[in-house]
Nanobody
Framework: HDQLMESGGGSVQAGGSLRLSCAAS????????MAWFRQAPEKGREAVAS????????RYADSVKDRFTISRDNADNTVYLKMNTLKPDDTATYYC??????????????????WGQGTQVTVSS
């Protein structure tokens, strides 16, 4: 059963931190690339960060660079997103995604085959 299960969302004040977790099962365990996307109300889905399985190479959106860190623990098939210095603009539903093939652009939703249900992050000013 291919599944991604997110956890760790919540409400925090601006300047605070949260850590999101994404537990993979089924084919998602052997994904070539894992990523976090987010979607705010009335906005499109935005790529936040990605990490490649083979070399742990990471990519970040400019809006989160130097504040967010993506990492993965292959032993327990989990990907993390540590979010520091959170801003109200970071408020969104955060989705974990798994891409099974090589070659897609990291920031395109079409690159990813398996998606989680999402976890809400709310940052108040």
């Amino acid at each position: 059963h291919d599944q991604l299960m997110e956890s760790g969302g919540g409400s925090v004040q601006a300047g605070g931190s949260l850590r999101l977790s994404c537990a993979a099962s089924g084919r998602a365990v052997s994904a070539t690339v894992m990523a976090w996307f987010r979607q705010a109300p009335e906005k499109g889905r935005e790529a936040v960060a990605s990490i490649y399985t083979r070399d742990h190479r990471t990519r970040y959106a400019d809006s989160v660079k130097d504040r967010f860190t993506i990492s993965r623990d292959n032993a327990d098939n989990t990907v993390y997103l540590k979010m520091n210095t959170l801003k109200p603009d970071d408020t969104a539903t955060y989705y974990c995604a798994a891409g099974l093939a090589y070659g897609g652009l990291w920031d395109r939703p079409g690159t990813y085959d398996i998606w989680g249900q999402g976890t809400q992050v709310t940052v108040s000013s």
